[in-house]
């Protein structure tokens, strides 16, 4: 039998023992917890009948004071305003849309094109409960490094079942060899689009097209040129319900809703690269339906509203209601 002594002198002695006691076990029990540090990149919804995931190849840091046609100092307001700092951690978005019939991704991020920060698509695409291999179409906004180097990982062909779909404008200049000498500055650009599509060209599963057209039932491709010569938005039906995966018309939400006259480094032709982001932001405004961005902050999913001369950037809320 135990023994508890029940002087004052030994009870605070136990007193003591047992508090030290207690205090090693719980030390032992509740170590701090490692840090995850990783986030989740895919996210659902749905839009109709159609089954949209947005993900997320990760994020790059963009010198956006110094893209952005606008003076410095409008910039940096801009950006502090939104609690942003420059360079600008800048999400690369990818959207996959499953019809029923097809599972189609628009866009495929830039795999290892663009250093560690990015090339997360395969694993958000598997993470989403997809894999690889589901895929039946590919269709690119654009030839630029950052939508088509997912294409290819290590050397190697990652939908190799795939239809790739992508502008005729876009392919005849970025796949251009003619065209890579002429333009050195934007060479890299030539470089990035020829590494990650020449393998589909020569099996044949590249398909360039011209004008608006529909893809597959419920996706259209709709000409947003000016980023591009052969930039297109992606017009998604379902059931009455209407969306627009609209590329790169829009980098930074801070500052281009704001003045959508605003361009970028990156656009080929800035005069017809505004045009296109006006007409329509104009109409996605009016019409109240649903857009994804590639560049804007993940998932990169919400509404336009317009502001007399400017436009509102309204994020989609999370839900859980998937029916």
């Known amino acids: 039998m135990l023994h508890f002594p029940t002087s004052r002198p030994r009870r605070t002695a136990l007193a003591l023992a047992t508090s030290i006691l207690i205090g090693s076990l719980t030390s032992a029990a509740f170590a701090a ?18 089954e949209i995931t947005a993900i997320s190849d990760g994020t790059v840091d963009l010198p956006m004071e110094k893209l952005l046609a606008e003076p410095i100092e409008d910039t940096k307001k801009a950006l502090n305003r939104a609690f942003l700092d420059d ?23 830039a795999g290892q094109l663009f250093g560690p920060t990015l090339g ?30 997912g294409l290819m990982w290590d050397g190697k062909m990652v939908f190799p079942k795939a239809t ?27 470089a ?36 591009t010569p052969g930039h297109v938005v992606y017009q998604v039906d379902s059931d009455g319900k209407r969306m627009y ?20 480094g990156f656009d080929s032709d800035q005069k017809a690269a505004e045009a296109s982001r006006e007409e329509f932001f ?29 436009y509102e950037w309204l994020p989609l809320r999370y839900s859980t209601r998937l029916d």
């Not at 695409?125 to 950052?146: E, K, M, R």
């Not at 779909?165 to 934007?186: I, N």
């Not at 398909?207 to 597959?216: A, N, Y």
């Not at 995966?245 to 970028?264: M, N, R, W």
């Open 33 to 50: 917890a490692p840090m995850q540090k990783v986030q989740s990149g895919y996210l659902h919804i749905m839009l109709g009948k159609f």
């Open 87 to 109: 360079p600008t951690e800048t999400s690369v978005n990818a959207f996959l849309v499953n019809t029923g019939d097809r599972l189609v991704l628009v866009d495929t991020g």
């Open 120 to 149: 997360k698509l395969v694993a958000n695409i598997q993470a989403a409960g997809y894999s690889l291999d589901q895929i039946d179409d590919v269709v690119l906004t654009h030839l630029h490094p950052d939508h088509v180097g």
């Open 164 to 190: 790739i779909y992508a502008g005729k404008a876009d392919t005849d200049l970025w796949l251009s060899e003619a065209a890579k000498k002429k333009d050195g500055d934007a060479s890299h650009f030539f």
């Open 192 to 227: 990035g689009a020829m590494a990650s599509l020449s393998a589909y060209v020569q099996s044949g599963q590249l398909k360039p097209f011209t004008g608006d057209r529909e893809i597959v039932p419920g996706i259209k491709a709709v000409s947003a040129h000016g980023h």
């Open 245 to 264: 995966i609209i590329g790169d018309l829009i980098h930074v939400e801070s500052v281009q809703f704001a003045k959508p006259t605003v361009t970028i």
């Open 282 to 310: 104009a109409k996605i405004a009016k019409e109240g339906d649903l857009v994804g961005a590639a560049h804007l902050s993940f998932p990169g999913l919400g509404h336009i509203r317009a502001q007399a001369n400017s």
